[in-house]
């Protein structure tokens, strides 16, 4: 297999992960901002651009639900905005054309063409349409890979998915983590309320929660499913189990690991005995600093194993 | 397609120009031996065949069978109009154009042998040797430079017309990188799906080996000293590239990798290619890089598309290219106006498949009939393409033909003339219903240690435009499946034991 064709595989299973996941935060921060009894204003918004690590791109400007829809969505000048994403996963689809099937091609190139040309996200309600377009479409790619040929195509983009999906959910923890702090928690404070409940739509949790814990809306669960809780899909430990699933299908299919498939195990052995309790001792910006390093190693260390150059 | 869209072909429209199915446009009983599909044609409802048609084109779209248009937005993927009525060639036709085909490859092929070797042809001035030494296209440099088993074109497109039942002719020849078999393959499937009943009445020779025979063909021409099993890939520029869907689409059908020049690098005159296990050695290249292209250390060093140090990787002959650096002078229009002449310094007979019949203006007595005769004559520059520098007589002011007048008797050595021809047509589904279209002929021949192979097909490319001659796809042009029929059969036993006799 060629370094170039597994770069793009793994590119492409990143971001269309990014565009979903932004697509979800924006829903998410909408709802947050319309339910709030007062607007959550320039805060909501301000930390949705911090957890996609877009604040510094987006500058002096204010704010505001126009200006962070518009930059997250279609911003000529944001490299992560969610058409973006898709150029940049349709780009590298195209390259790799003979890789994919029909079916995942057809969906990041609907999706694509379906921002392609758009000039501004309109109010809410058409906001609203368009991530939930985006979110389907996303759904169609990742059910047309569950129909891929099991092969190495489909775990480097299996591979990449589960990367940027750990960085993605370390980033909404950190970045919401001073509300998750359980020490001053105005018990059953409505903006809390509503907080955990934004992260929590944000990685498709909110049912989930209430299965696994049959509990109201506690700080420190939220963090021990997000971090620990292996069923989990989005969490670290979820995230985690399948990049080292998919390193170790890739690993059987050239006879050989490496670095990566280290580094991808000792995280599962660590996340495996870690207690929630633990993570906020040590501090959970500190820990999740340290996942956030810890994520651009492997990263570094996949692109190193196979040669992306 | 990028080589496809090069020249416009223009000529005055004939009163009755000859129909490939049913002679002439008002007899539409069909020629002797075609009744039957005029009769497809004839019972086939217009409405049924559009129906198809755009189904046709439909899935083309979805598999996203597209070319680039260049200069316009990424978005502006097209899809070349495909016409679902098909063009039709007997065993017979097939057996003559073939056997030319074969001599004409082979001509070429011993050609560039010759002037990249003993340079006997130029020696005995059957060729000016000036026409050949001093032309861009004759790359000096790889002079006393064989190929791997000595094939320099591997796979040349060779663009026919015809005028009559019995009257086709070699328009160019294209031993570079022609493209367009994608079209003959696709399109056989989707006539294959959509009109079924043709191959129920007709029995076709099958053209999906083509893939399996390319592959052959690399693998034949390998590096001595190769694995057993040579790795073969096809060389792309990238996805940007017009034709980029031929370059996956040939590398998907043949099981081998597609790079692109960023995947190859050479070291110590041998090429490898980056994989995730690392290094892996590769022996035989398709390129689909032009020469100019391919290698910044030997030609353009401007190039971003090339892989550096390729060509010096071919001078110790540790790659095969296919094609082999250098075929560009073979289809150079100043050396086709010699080509009759080549086939039989080679070939040791006449051409089987005649050129259309052209005056070299550096001659004297052609310069003066080509003068004598501007409005009726196809003048073209020999180095010039897309159209340039054309004079199409018929279609000329005579302040256009007076210019030209001009510029021709300033240097007449830079001009060949030809006279319009009347190209066949076929009936093709348009607005109005089913009419005749004019065509053109693209067969692929591929060369290998083995010798000289055909698929029996092609690619037809039609003028959709009423009474339009230029086929190209960037002016209005599109495609139609091209069926070979098979021998007719003896007795049912025989035909079964005997294919191997006429399959190509």
Known sequence: MLSRTAAALYWIGRYMERAEFTARLLEATLRLDALSARPAGQGAWESALRVVAADGGFGARAAGPDTVTAYLTLGQDNPNAIRACLHAARSNAKSVRTALTRDAWEAINRAWLALRDLSDTGGYEETLRLTEMIRAEARGFEGALHRMLRNENYAFIGLGAAIERADNTARLIDVKYHILLPEGEPVGGVVDRDQWTTILHTVSAVTAYRWLYQDALKPWLVADMLILRPEMPRSLAGATEEVVGHLGFIGRRLGRQGEADRMARRRQAVLGETGIDQVFKAGLHEYLGAILVENVALDRAIAAQFRFG | ?504
């Open chain 2, 1 to 504: 397609m990028q080589r496809m869209r090069g020249r416009p072909r223009y000529g005055a429209m004939p009163v009755h120009p000859f129909d490939e199915i049913w002679g002439h446009e008002h007899n539409r009983a069909g020629r002797d031996g075609l009744e039957e599909l005029a009769r497809w044609i004839a019972d086939t409802s217009t409405d049924e065949l559009h129906r198809r048609q755009a189904a046709a084109e439909k899935a083309f779209r979805q598999l996203g069978i597209t070319f680039a248009v260049y200069g316009q937005e990424e978005a502006a993927e097209r899809i070349i109009p495909f016409d679902i009525v098909p063009r039709i060639f007997t065993h017979h036709e097939w057996e003559v154009l073939r056997a030319g085909l074969v001599q004409r490859v082979e001509a070429i092929n011993a050609f560039l042998a010759d002037i990249y070797g003993p340079q006997h042809i130029l020696k005995d001035k059957v060729v000016p040797p000036e026409l050949v030494l001093g032309n861009p296209q004759f790359r000096g440099h790889l002079h006393g430079q064989t190929p791997p088993h000595g094939v320099f074109a591997h796979i040349c497109g060779i663009d026919l017309v015809r005028t009559g039942p019995t009257d086709f002719f070699v328009l160019e020849d294209n031993a570079r990188t022609p493209s367009g078999v994608s079209y003959m393959l696709e399109n056989r499937e989707a006539m294959l799906r959509l009109c079924p009943e043709i191959f129920h009445r007709f029995d076709v020779s099958p053209v999906d080996r083509y893939p399996d025979q390319l592959r052959d063909t690399m693998r034949s021409v390998a590096p001595r000293g190769s694995a057993a099993e040579p790795v073969c890939v096809v060389l792309t520029p990238g996805h940007f590239n017009s034709a980029f869907y031929e370059h996956s689409f040939l590398a998907d059908s043949m099981g081998v990798e597609l790079v692109e020049p960023a995947d190859l690098e050479v070291d110590d005159d041998v090429v490898w290619m980056r994989t995730v296990t690392g290094r892996v050695r590769v022996d035989v290249i398709y390129r689909r890089i032009d020469d100019d292209y391919i290698d910044p250390l030997e030609f353009r060093p401007d190039s971003l598309l090339g892989v550096p140090g390729l060509i010096a990787a071919y001078r110790a002959g540790n790659v095969t290219l296919v094609n082999a650096p250098g075929t560009g002078i073979a289809d150079d229009k100043a050396i086709y106006s010699y080509m009759p002449e080549i086939v039989r310094y080679y070939a040791g007979g006449e051409a089987k498949l005649p050129n259309v019949e052209t005056y070299r203006c550096r001659e004297a007595d052609a310069l003066r009939y080509t003068l004598d005769n501007l409005d009726k004559l196809v003048v073209k520059l020999v180095d010039g393409s897309g159209g340039y520098g054309m004079l199409v007589g018929p279609t000329s002011t005579s302040e256009q033909i007076a210019e030209f007048r001009t510029a021709l008797e300033a240097e007449p050595h830079r001009y060949i003339a030809q006279p319009t021809l009347a190209l066949s047509t076929v009936p093709t589904l348009t607005e109005a219903g089913v009419r005749p279209r004019h065509v053109d002929f693209r067969p692929f021949v591929l060369t290998g240690a083995d010798g000289t192979h055909i698929v029996p097909g092609g690619l037809t490319r039609v003028a959709l435009r009423e009474g339009s001659l230029v086929v190209n796809s960037s002016q209005g042009g599109g495609t139609k499946d091209s069926l070979i029929l098979s021998p007719p059969r003896q007795t049912q036993s025989q035909s079964q034991g005997g294919q191997s006799q006429w399959q190509s």
